[in-house]
Nanobody, 114 residues
Framework: VQLQASGGGLVQAGGSLRLSCAASGSIFSINVMGWYRQAPGKQRELVAVITNYGGTNYVDSAKGRFTISRDNAKNTVYLQMNSLKPEDTAVYYC?????????WGQGTQVTVSS
């Protein structure tokens, strides 16, 4: 199973980015898909998750600015990030939870300049 994340980059404060993460391989019964991030010197934190029924949860700092969505037919999860702030700068990791395993993507760098 591989998770291929894309969409990171450098953006000015107030700008937008859209992250994508596609899961491939022998993956069955995906329950939860999500995004985490880790800034330098900080612990990895949950940004947003979405269940297979479409239920979502966000870290407080992302509410109202970020939107998580998924395409179950493509085993792909997206994170639309608007009104980005310098404190959003981090490596963003996608995460997939199935009935048996938890998988992590390789991470994509998001840098927001002030």
């Amino acid at each position: 199973v591989q998770l291929q994340a894309s969409g990171g980059g450098l953006v000015q404060a107030g700008g937008s980015l859209r992250l994508s993460c596609a899961a491939s391989g022998s993956i069955f019964s995906i329950n939860v898909m999500g995004w985490y991030r880790q800034a330098p010197g900080k612990q990895r934190e949950l940004v947003a998750v979405i269940t297979n029924y479409g239920g979502t949860n966000y870290v407080d700092s992302a509410k109202g600015r970020f939107t998580i969505s998924r395409d179950n037919a493509k085993n792909t999860v997206y994170l639309q990030m608007n009104s980005l702030k310098p404190e959003d700068t981090a490596v963003y990791y996608c995460n997939v939870v199935t009935a048996l395993h938890t998988y992590w993507g390789q991470g994509t760098q998001v840098t927001v300049s002030s």
